[in-house]
């Protein structure tokens, strides 16, 4: 049934990662409204505490829901991880989280070596340790925490440099001399470093992230709803931090142009 709710689906991160989920968000309901918002005054939200966390992305999620939003999704597996159950209890809409893709990887792996890249945050949460105890715990998973990648695509949109190589290296490395085959993407900014992270461990390792099984999430909820728009198109771009900035770096990751604007929350 075709329906016409235009109000706008929010999606939130700390910074510009979450694009990589807005981006499989409108490839699979290009006819929705999008809000976006990075809280880049918080970048990176892989340092902070669970508290810091929770009262932060509450903020954001506040504001999604001032905006109008039919839906949240928290396009950040670090707030997933530490504050989903606290947002979903003080927000009268439904969230969909990112969790790192751990039982996708044991499907795909024939090695029984998994990898997982996460911040530091998410790799030592009990969130991503249940997870790898509940679907890998016959596998043996290298769960690194990564630090510094995501401020250096949020600073400069960068993509690759001396310095981001030397840190997937450093990252990288390990999991594929530990005979890994395949990696778990468990932050939204990596996506965006694939072909990096190809070089460093060559072309036979699988590579996955959750982003098309987050839209595919939010497509059903909207759909059991009846909160589907098949007439919307447009996408409102916010940060917390330097909209100048963001907007640079946005319109590199997504190759479009993108003007976003500031908020205090
Ligand atoms: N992109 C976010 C994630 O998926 C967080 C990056 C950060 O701010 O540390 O975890």
Redesign the pocket.
């Known amino acids: 049934m075709d329906t016409h709710d235009n109000r706008p689906i929010g999606v939130f991160?700390?910074?510009v990662?979450?694009l990589s989920v807005l981006k499989e968000l409108i490839e699979l309901m290009p006819k929705e409204n999008y809000i976006f918002v990075a809280d880049q005054i918080n970048?990176?939200?892989?340092?902070k505490t669970k508290k810091e966390l929770e009262k932060e992305t509450l903020k954001v999620c506040n504001f999604l829901v001032s905006k109008n939003s039919k839906i949240i999704v928290a396009a950040?597996?670090?707030a997933t991880c530490y504050a989903i159950d606290f947002l979903r209890a003080r927000v009268k809409i439904p969230i969909v989280g990112?969790t790192p893709a751990i039982k996708p990887a044991v499907a795909e792996s024939k090695s029984g070596v998994i990898g997982v890249m996460?911040?530091p945050a998410?790799s030592k949460s009990p969130y991503l340790n249940n997870l790898i105890k509940e679907h890998a715990g016959s596998m043996k998973v290298i769960n690194i925490g990564c630090y510094g990648l995501?401020d250096i695509i949020d600073e400069t949109g960068m993509l690759d440099s001396p310095e981001l190589r030397r840190l997937l290296s450093k990252y990288a490395g390990p999991i594929k001399k530990a005979g890994a085959d395949v990696i778990v993407l468990g932050?939204?900014?990596y996506p965006f470093l694939k072909p990096q992270i190809r070089k460093i461990v060559g072309k036979h390792i699988k590579l996955v992230d959750s982003g098309k099984a987050i839209a595919k999430s939010t497509s059903a909820i909207l759909h059991e709803t009846n909160a589907i728009n098949d007439s919307g198109r447009k996408t409102d771009f916010y940060t917390t931090g330097d909209p100048k900035q963001f907007s640079k770096v946005a319109s590199i990751l997504l190759k479009k142009r993108v003007e976003a604007r500031h908020i205090e929350l």
């Open positions: 991160d700390s910074g990662g979450g970048v990176p939200y892989g340092e950040c597996n670090t990112t996460s911040t998410t995501e932050c939204t900014h």
